[in-house]
């Protein structure tokens, strides 16, 4: 059975029960009826805010009231000690104008792929199958590999702008937002894990790896969900694969017939988006993704070797 098409957009409108006790809610009071509405998703581990929805009541300054909140988003924010603000939204309605004109910063695209209910999931793997190809859960251990990865597929400005250390790696779980993606705050998962696929020579010092996966089994109606990150010349396939069969593994069989698997994959992280479509997956969407910072960024004095002149 094959359910309606999906709309990247549909998943931001949630019902106020999704709601998690991070999140934030602010509405725009109009003679007593709500004209407009934002609301974030909180990270307080690393002090960064990510905008879920924005919307405003059709009308003349539906403009004016989506500036107006995201203006109030930005001062009660710096209150409260958020360092960065996300948000991925498409390049369409001046979306992308509004928040340019409130001091965010566009860095980049990702294309949302989709696998739809319709393309049966993969037998699941056997653990012996797994380690033969070098797939195995993440642990700890991983955060610099992990990190190691990461610079290789993601260029220099966006790594600056996005500040992800290798604590941050150490921490992998269901609220956990690295690598970041325009999905993660919006979908609920019952579930999240990850996995990597090691090199097969392993490096200069045995730990490089090909491949890391995030794997998000929903726990509402919404799809499941990966996230990829994979040096451009290795085979992933398997990996994949894995992470697909994790799924029909984990999900109850009703919900893996209806829901299908979603995945973001950033325009640079190419040829990613080839491989996901050789196992099914088809493009629904593209959102850019902008962000502000409050902090300022000031250059720490260092040691030069004197000179003569």
Same mark, same amino acid.
């Given at each position: 059975?094959?359910? @309606?098409?999906? /709309?990247?957009?549909?998943?931001?409108?949630?019902?106020? /029960?999704?709601?998690?006790?991070? !999140?934030?809610?602010?509405?725009?009071?109009?003679?007593?009826?709500?004209?407009?509405?934002?609301?974030?998703?909180?990270?307080?581990?690393?002090?960064? =805010?990510?905008? #879920?929805?924005?919307?405003?009541? &059709? /009308?003349?300054?539906?403009?004016?009231?989506?500036?107006?909140?995201?203006?109030?988003?930005?001062?009660?924010?710096?209150?409260? &000690?958020?360092?960065?603000?996300? #948000?991925?939204?498409?390049?369409?309605?001046?979306?992308?104008?509004?928040?340019?004109?409130?001091?965010?910063?566009?860095?980049?695209?990702?294309?949302?792929?989709?696998? @739809?209910?319709?393309?049966?999931?993969?037998?699941?793997?056997?653990?012996?199958?797994?380690?033969? *190809?070098?797939?195995?859960?993440?642990?700890?251990?991983?955060?610099?590999?992990?990190?190691?990865?990461?610079?290789?597929?993601?260029?220099? @400005?966006?790594?600056?702008?996005?500040?992800?250390?290798?604590?941050? =790696?150490?921490?992998?779980?269901?609220? =956990?937002?690295? @690598?970041?993606?325009?999905?993660?705050?919006?979908?609920?998962?019952?579930?999240?894990?990850?996995?990597?696929?090691?090199?097969?020579?392993?490096? *200069?010092?045995?730990?490089?790896?090909?491949?890391?996966?995030?794997?998000? #089994?929903?726990?509402?109606?919404?799809?499941?969900?990966?996230?990829?990150?994979?040096?451009?010349?290795? !085979?992933?396939?398997?990996?994949?694969?894995?992470?697909?069969? #994790?799924?029909?593994?984990?999900?109850?069989? !009703?919900?893996?017939?209806?829901?299908?698997?979603?995945?973001?994959?950033?325009?640079?992280?190419?040829?990613?988006?080839?491989?996901?479509?050789?196992? &099914?997956?088809?493009?629904?969407?593209?959102?850019?993704?902008?962000?502000?910072?409050?902090?300022?960024?000031?250059?720490?004095?260092?040691?030069?070797?004197? &000179?003569?002149?």
């Amino acid at each position: 059975m094959s359910g @309606p098409p999906i /709309g990247v957009f549909s998943l931001f409108r949630l019902p106020l /029960g999704y709601f998690q006790p991070h !999140d934030v809610l602010y509405v725009f009071d109009r003679e007593s009826h709500i004209a407009g509405l934002l609301r974030v998703e909180r990270e307080s581990s690393r002090d960064e =805010w990510t905008v #879920v929805e924005l919307d405003a009541v &059709g /009308g003349l300054d539906a403009g004016d009231v989506r500036f107006r909140l995201v203006q109030h988003l930005l001062r009660d924010g710096a209150k409260r &000690g958020a360092v960065r603000f996300h #948000v991925a939204c498409a390049d369409a309605d001046d979306n992308v104008e509004l928040f340019m004109q409130a001091g965010f910063m566009r860095y980049g695209d990702e294309c949302v792929l989709y696998r @739809p209910p319709s393309q049966p999931l993969p037998e699941p793997m056997t653990d012996e199958a797994a380690a033969r *190809k070098g797939i195995r859960p993440v642990t700890p251990l991983d955060a610099i590999p992990l990190s190691r990865l990461y610079s290789s597929v993601t260029p220099q @400005p966006v790594q600056r702008l996005e500040d992800v250390r290798v604590h941050d =790696w150490e921490r992998q779980g269901r609220d =956990w937002r690295v @690598p970041r993606s325009s999905l993660a705050p919006i979908l609920r998962f019952a579930d999240v894990e990850a996995f990597v696929q090691q090199s097969k020579g392993g490096g *200069k010092d045995g730990t490089q790896l090909d491949g890391f996966v995030q794997v998000g #089994v929903a726990k509402e109606d919404q799809p499941h969900y990966l996230k990829v990150l994979a040096r451009p010349d290795a !085979d992933i396939v398997p990996l994949l694969r894995y992470s697909l069969g #994790v799924i029909a593994a984990r999900a109850d069989a !009703d919900r893996v017939h209806r829901l299908g698997v979603l995945a973001p994959v950033r325009t640079y992280e190419s040829p990613l988006d080839r491989r996901l479509e050789e196992e &099914g997956f088809a493009s629904v969407a593209t959102v850019t993704l902008l962000m502000k910072e409050t902090l300022v960024r000031v250059a720490e004095p260092r040691l030069v070797p004197a &000179g003569v002149r």
